[in-house]
């Protein structure tokens, strides 16, 4: 066989050992679980695996002092309270395995019974004493306690009715007592047993009561009136019964009657029987029992009858601690269930796939059990223990078995049925027949030895399946093979050979046709347990007393290996792997593989307490089973592959993981990597990683040790353990010990070897210890040395004196910072406060202001404490003089103008220590500051200035400017001229230099910064007296010039002059880049001023116009082009004309053009042909359209509105036909000259003068309304 078939590991698959040693049994309400009594604690059984699925969680130590006497399920079946021999009721959640309430019995002695109402509210109690009490379970509180009851209680059960609710109890005085639980009275006492009551069982009316007891008899009771209505003899000592309702009676009973009392009893003969109490017969008896009957009279066969009416099911609980349930219905076994064992002596696997397995214990029945269901089946025959079982290949079915009866039993498995039965028996020998043996080719034959030292070949008849009747079988050889006892038999594969082993120390050899001796094996020092044949080589396996194990050659009969690893007698063994390895089992309860080719122990299994007795193997070698004198039974299953694969994932993982660890460390993500490397087990990496973090982190290992796992805590304990056995990792391990510790002291870290742990490391500890100490005397003398040549302190001092001497070189280093409050390594705060005296801006036109202020900085150097020193003072006082001897902070002004550095004078600095090193430091300042203006809005503007101060050379890891409390006092006669302060705040933040910002790395990092903001704004009272309201008074005041004469051209050019003069004259703003507020409002201004002044010039030039020249016009729109035009047109009727007459009337010119019409064009050479959109002027030639704009303004009311006369007394009708294009030779009709109207120049000027009185200061109010909505939205 190669290697790789070799079997390295086996595990338990399934455990099976007592669960019932007598005592108290009880049924859940659907009858899935059995609560048994074993020992000290309480095993309960699914009844669908057949196995335990738990116990309730008692220590050992408890089980063998504080053994439990009794039990009872309460809550619904999810609480079980028991009574212990300390005197102490439990208690217990089973399902969740706690312990939830204990309490004191008060009894006097050990309590015996125990019973619960149906709503598990109230308990009664009976004791040794024959005191019986009535306990409230929600407080735990006994509430009565009732006497009457001689001797131990037997029996208590709860009775209630409609009308009352009773307890009833009997114990050694034969009398039934009933109680009333809520008085505590006694109501009933029933008389009539002469031996001791072993069972109460009431009827489903709650009329009839019935009992029974070791007197023999059943007796039917009345509870109401407590009178006997029949008292039944059944012949034996009953110790359960129970009342069976009429529907629930077997089928094959016909005879039933609804108002019949059914009563189930068992006792001593095994039986159980059914009665009809009323008529007194017994109407069943069971058949086939599968419980024996007592061996004397008076002795015990069942001790329990258990029912589930549920179910309808019962169950038989025989002395040997075997469970056998019922149904009731058909009165047949469903299933058995072995609670003790005792010693298992040998095992043998039988059946189709090995599904069955047989057990031979301190029993005369045979233990077969289905492996799939545990379901177990009594095999009765032998009279006494059995010793041996033997099974063959070629017959899986087919049992043998040898016990102390001296008789020998063959046994058939039917394949249908799943059931045993015996079809042979043989009785030759003289003694117990200790191993028995059957031919593995043929079931032809077996051999059988025993303690008659007597070994005998039988013959087996052919075709067994055939034989249903039980046959003698017949010796057909014997011989005396060895002086003394003979432990063991077997038969070689090919059934030549036997091979028999004796407890003379030697193994011998037979043929097995005659029995005749092939040899004789010499060699073990003391007897041989067992004798094995290898399955493919000639080869046979011994096992001894002595501790070992040989192998022999069949032809040469020679030892050939001997192995050894056992450290007492080793019992059995088999051959595995094709005849490559061996199992074997000790007296010492370990099971051993071997590797028969290296001679080496593979694997050492260990589940049994005491001697393993058996051992078998499957057909498949993939299941061992064990047994011994434990009665544990253990099925091992071959995980060999499993182990294979499982090491193949783990391996691959393990070398990812490596992999994830060396990525890990070179990332510096050391607590990963920590956890990582705990996980792997790697104390080297641990150690590394450690010492990595304790660099970095300054040793602070708390919060990371918090985060692991409990696990990894006991992992990184022992690698300190380790690690503190050396002097140079004992720093690493001393800081793991010293995180630790305190979760060791609170239990939080609990680990198996603890103590043991801490055992191994105090003397190493110890030593450390005494080393460091002797390090720190050393030190503490080089330091005493160094001192001496220190000068040293007087006692009495001043304080210049004073400061140099705590100043002095040999104390004190200026040039490192003072430690941290809490912890040296922690960056030193330094609290600051200002004190503002002035601030003066110009920030109009240089955008910086000034500021001076005092900077007060606070902060503790406890190298500076001179309390016990100096306890005279308690402050001293320095400037300059002080500041060249300490360590002061390097801050300066980083948002500062100028370059000055704090305290450059005496009187600009001073400083005060007090007695605990607390120093304060205050420095006058005077500094001119940047501010980033936004005038966008002067000078409504408000401002927001900054003043900052930062660290210079330590960055947040060393020193932390932060704010003392009320950190801004601003002096009380602060006086600013063009603004004032409204606000002030402070705060504070961290600036980040990365080191391609300076040269050195030192200055690289986060700095630590302070500022003040200013909130300023600008005094609105001078701006609006000095700007804004006399730049409307001189637009207003400009607008005058509309009521003066047209004609007065010297007051209105000089007022128009001045009023520009003035406004020009007063505009002094910052200047900036980009447009202000003001300077929206001052343009604005000049543009009304501006258009006042063309108003004036436009009004004048036209009012000089001959005054008697009429102009024509259509409307008031064209007055500005009928204006214009009389020059131009004087000039081309020139060249038409011989004669001017200079200006008429528009009435004359009316009249005029009635008479003669070629008059008309001569004498008014001022006519005007107008256009809607211009003005033909000959020749093509216009007026400039920004010339119209600008005077369109003016007369913009009377663009749309009705065509009016204007002239002064006449009126006219409108031509809506308008005048030729062009053409001044072309005469009009004297119908189109009746169309326009007339007005003078000086009339229009007028017009102009008086509609610029509105809509200028309409103009200049619309302006205003959206200057100050920009403003102050």
């Given amino acids: 066989m190669s290697k790789a078939n070799l079997k390295e590991a086996f595990e338990v698959e399934s455990k099976h050992g007592a669960f019932y040693t007598g005592g108290n049994i009880q049924w859940s309400a659907n009858a899935e679980y059995l609560f048994c009594q074993k020992g000290g604690t309480v095993s309960i059984l699914s009844m669908s695996k057949g196995s335990v699925i738990s116990s309730l969680c008692i220590t050992e130590t408890d089980q063998l002092e504080d053994t439990i006497n009794c039990f009872a399920l309460c809550n619904e079946d999810t609480g079980i309270i028991t009574h212990h021999k300390s005197g102490l009721f439990k208690l217990w959640d089973w399902k969740t395995n706690k312990l939830m309430k204990l309490w004191k019995s008060i009894h006097k002695g050990p309590v015996m019974q125990i019973t619960l109402s149906n709503n598990s509210i109230l308990m009664a109690s009976g004791g040794s004493d024959g005191s019986v009490r009535l306990w409230n379970l929600q407080h735990h509180a006994c509430t009565h306690n009732f006497k009457g009851i001689q001797g131990v209680v037997s029996v208590l059960e709860f009775y209630s009715n409609s009308e009352k609710s009773l307890l009833f109890g009997a114990g050694d005085n034969t009398k039934i007592y009933g109680w009333d639980i809520t008085t505590g009275q006694e109501k009933v006492i029933l008389s009539g047993h002469f031996s001791k009551v072993t069972s109460l069982s009431f009827h489903e009316n709650g009329t009839y009561l019935v009992s029974s007891g070791r007197d023999r008899v059943l007796i039917l009771w009345d509870i109401s009136t407590g009178t006997s209505i029949r008292v039944l003899p059944v012949y034996e000592g009953i110790e359960g019964i129970f009342i069976i309702s009429a529907k629930c009676l077997p089928v094959f009973i016909t005879s039933r009657k609804s108002d019949g009392i059914y009563v189930a009893s068992a006792g001593e003969k095994g039986v159980v029987k059914i009665w009809e109490m009323k008529t007194g017969k017994q109407i069943y008896v069971q058949d086939d029992p599968l419980v024996p009957p007592s061996k004397e009279e008076g002795g015990l066969s069942i001790t329990h009858l258990l029912y589930n009416s549920i179910s309808n099911i019962f169950a038989v609980v025989s002395v040997d601690h075997n469970i056998i349930i019922h149904s009731m219905e058909l009165f047949e076994c469903k299933k058995q269930l072995v609670g003790y064992s005792d010693e298992i002596l040998d095992v043998a696997y039988l059946g189709d796939n090995d599904s069955h397995v047989a057990l031979a214990t301190n029993s005369c029945d045979i233990k077969l059990y289905e492996i799939a269901s545990m379901n177990c089946q009594l095999l009765c025959g032998h009279t006494d223990s059995i010793l041996a079982l033997a099974t063959t290949l070629a017959n899986v079915n087919l049992l043998l078995s040898s016990a102390k009866d001296n008789s020998v039993r063959v046994w058939l498995l039917d394949k249908d049925t799943m059931r045993m039965s015996c079809i042979g028996h043989a009785i030759r020998h003289t003694a117990s027949i200790s191993s028995i043996a059957i031919s593995q080719t043929l079931p032809k034959f077996f051999t059988t030895v025993a303690q008659d030292s007597c070994l005998k070949l039988w013959e087996l008849p052919n075709n067994l399946e055939s034989h249903n009747q039980d046959l003698s079988l017949n010796v057909r050889h014997t011989t005396l093979a060895h002086q003394k006892d003979i432990n063991c038999v077997i038969i070689s594969p090919n059934d030549k050979l036997i091979a028999t082993a004796s407890q003379d120390k030697t193994a011998k050899l037979w043929y097995a046709e005659n029995l005749q001796l092939l040899g004789v094996l010499h060699g073990h020092r003391r007897s041989v347990w067992c004798v094995r044949f290898s399955p493919i080589d000639q080869v046979l396996l011994t096992t001894s007393a002595d501790c070992t194990m040989k192998l022999w050659s069949i032809t040469e009969l020679n030892c050939l290996k001997t192995f050894e690893g056992h450290e007492s007698s080793v019992l059995r063994g088999e051959f595995l792997s094709r005849g490559m390895q061996l199992i074997t089992s000790g007296g010492d309860g370990l099971l051993k593989l071997w590797n028969i080719k290296t001679s080496e122990c593979i694997s050492t299994l260990n589940q049994h307490e005491s001697h393993v007795w058996t051992l078998a193997v499957t057909k498949d070698q993939k299941h061992i089973i064990s047994g011994g004198s434990d009665s544990l039974l253990v099925i091992w299953r071959d995980v060999t592959e499993e182990r294979k694969a499982q090491a193949a994932s783990e391996k691959a993982q393990f070398v990812l993981e490596e992999q994830r660890l060396a990525n890990l460390l070179i990332a510096e993500e050391l607590q990963a990597a920590l956890k990582l490397a705990l996980k792997l087990e790697r104390p080297l990496q641990v150690l590394k990683i450690i010492e990595a973090i304790s660099k970095k982190t300054n040793n602070e290992f708390t919060e990371i040790i918090k985060e692991l796992k409990p696990s990894h805590k006991e992992t990184l304990l022992k690698c300190a353990v380790t690690w503190n056995m050396n002097s140079r990792n004992s720093l690493a391990a001393q800081v793991i010990i010293n995180a630790l510790i305190t979760e060791i002291g609170t239990q939080e870290l609990q680990t198996p070897n603890l103590s043991s742990t801490l055992e191994v490391m105090m003397p190493y500890t110890d030593r450390h210890f005494k080393r460091l100490t002797k390090l720190l005397q050393d030190l503490y003398l080089l330091t005493y040395t160094f001192n001496r040549n220190c000068p040293s302190f007087g006692s009495s001092m001043t304080q210049t004196e004073l400061l140099q001497e705590l100043a002095n070189e040999c104390r004190y280093d200026k040039m490192v910072r003072p430690p941290g409050v809490m912890n040296e390594t922690d960056p030193i705060r330094i609290y600051t406060k200002a004190f503002i005296y002035t601030i003066r801006s110009n920030m109009a036109k240089t955008l910086r202001f000034d500021v001076h202020l005092m900077m007060q900085f606070r902060y503790l150097d406890k190298r500076l404490k001179f309390t016990d020193i100096a306890p005279y003072l308690t402050q001293i006082y320095g400037g300059q003089n002080a500041h060249e001897l300490i360590w002061t902070p390097t801050v300066y002004v980083a948002n500062e103008r100028t ?130 309201i006399p730049s409307v008074l001189i637009v207003v005041v400009s607008w005058v010039s509309f ?178 294009a062009k053409s001044f030779t072309r005469r009009p009709t004297l119908a189109k000259l009746h169309n326009f109207t007339t007005m003078t120049p000086q009339q229009i000027a007028q017009w102009i003068d008086k509609r610029s009185r509105i809509v200028f200061p309409v103009s200049f109010i619309i302006f205003n309304i959206l200057y100050w909505s920009f403003i102050w939205i």
């Avoid at 605990?916 to 500051?929: A, C, D, P």
């Avoid at 401002?943 to 009380?972: G, K, R, Y």
């Fill in 899 to 1028: 370059s000055a550095v704090m305290g450059n004078g005496v009187k600009d600095l001073l400083i005060s220590i007090s007695s605990y090193g607390m120093v304060i430091l205050n420095t006058r300042l005077e500094t001119t500051l940047n501010c980033g203006l936004r005038l966008e809005k002067f000078p409504f503007d408000v401002q927001e200035c900054p003043l900052v101060f930062e660290s210079w050379t330590h960055n947040v890891n060393e020193m932390v400017l932060d704010w003392d409390e009320d950190p801004i006092v601003i002096a009380d006669n602060l006086y600013l001229t063009e603004y004032k302060l409204m606000d002030t705040w402070v705060n504070r933040s961290g600036i980040t230099y990365t080191p391609s910002q300076y040269h050195y790395g030192h200055f690289a990092g986060n700095f630590s910064s302070i500022n003040i903001t200013f909130k300023l704004a600008r005094e609105m009272g001078f701006f609006m007296m000095d700007y804004y």
């Fill in 1043 to 1220: 009521w003066l004469h047209q004609d007065a051209s010297a007051p209105r050019i000089v007022l128009g002059k001045i009023y520009l003069h003035i406004l020009v004259n007063n505009i002094t703003l910052p200047k900036v880049s980009y447009i202000k507020a003001s300077e929206i409002w001052f343009l604005g201004c000049t543009i009304f001023l501006f258009a006042a002044m063309v108003e004036f010039a436009f009004v004048n030039t036209i009012y000089r116009r001959k005054k008697n020249v009429p102009l024509k016009k259509v409307n008031s729109k064209y007055i500005l082009k009928s204006t214009l035009t009389p020059r131009l047109a004087r000039k081309q009727f020139q060249k038409n004309t011989t004669g001017l007459e200079r200006s008429r009337s528009w009435s004359s010119l009316d009249n005029a053009s009635t008479n003669n019409e070629q008059d008309f064009t001569r004498q008014n050479y001022l006519t005007v042909h107008v256009k809607i959109c211009s003005f033909n002027l000959g020749k093509g030639y216009h007026v400039s359209r920004i010339l119209n704009k600008i005077i369109f303004m003016f007369i913009i009311a009377e663009c749309y509105s009705k065509r009016k006369d204007y002239s002064v007394g006449s009126t006219a009708t409108v031509d809506s036909t308008p005048p030729p």
